[in-house]
């Protein structure tokens, strides 16, 4: 059995997204997954090590987890310096622990596109200089990016939430795509068409479905093909 601690904010807690990676791997794999995750709205990595600190200490110290995902800040993003000694610190920690740790590059806003040569530049110098696992997520969100918006299905399936930042369902199917393939090395099944979207019709998105199954939905194969390709081009 896998333990994954997830450490982040919305971009991570956004449909449920790592309840919906735990299914993929298992899918995946045939084998069973655990995730655990500290994520709490619009806060930076200097949150947690500052105001929530002994939380990840303890759970990444003594939670014996196999891989932890280390999601930045991402709308505006943090100063470079302060990501650079946070991502630092909470690398060494998981070093320590004999944890596995993984950079999760986060995509652009809707409206400010031109933000993800900077993100992946970013992300992929940190996993280079740490000699760390990075999980592509922007990459592979810019290439489905433009070839769903070539697609029939451009209209009713877009990658981004309603507010032009967080993830869709479709999105965030991406995003668990990207993290299986890094902890698998294997994509899903081509068959695994399972999203969640855990918002709530024509209201924020902090009002959210209380009944799981509620939010469960099943993507077109034509739509996951797009994903599958553009994170297989990574």
Known sequence: MKKVLFIGNSHTYMNDMPELTRRMIEDTTGESCEVFMLAYSARPL???????????RFNILHGGYDYCVIQEQAHPMPPEKDTIRCMD???????EAGTTPI??????EKA????????NRRYRAIAEQQGVLLAPIGEVWECALQELSESPYADRYELYYRDGAH???VGDYLVATVLTKV????LPKEDFLTA???????????????????????????VVQVIRECVNAE
């Open 167 to 169: 993830a869709s369902a």
């Open 89 to 95: 610190r909470i690398i060494k920690l998981c070093k």
């Open 112 to 119: 400010k596109l031109e933000n993800q040569a900077e993100m």
């Open 196 to 222: 969640f979207d855990f918002s709530l019709p024509d209201d924020e998105w902090l009002n959210v479905k209380e009944n799981v199954e509620e939010e469960i939905l099943s993507l077109p194969k034509e």
């Open 46 to 56: 200097k949150w947690h090590l500052e105001e929530e600190y002994f939380a990840a």
């Open 183 to 186: 902890f698998t090395g294997k």
């Open 103 to 108: 950079v999760f590059e986060t995509w652009a």
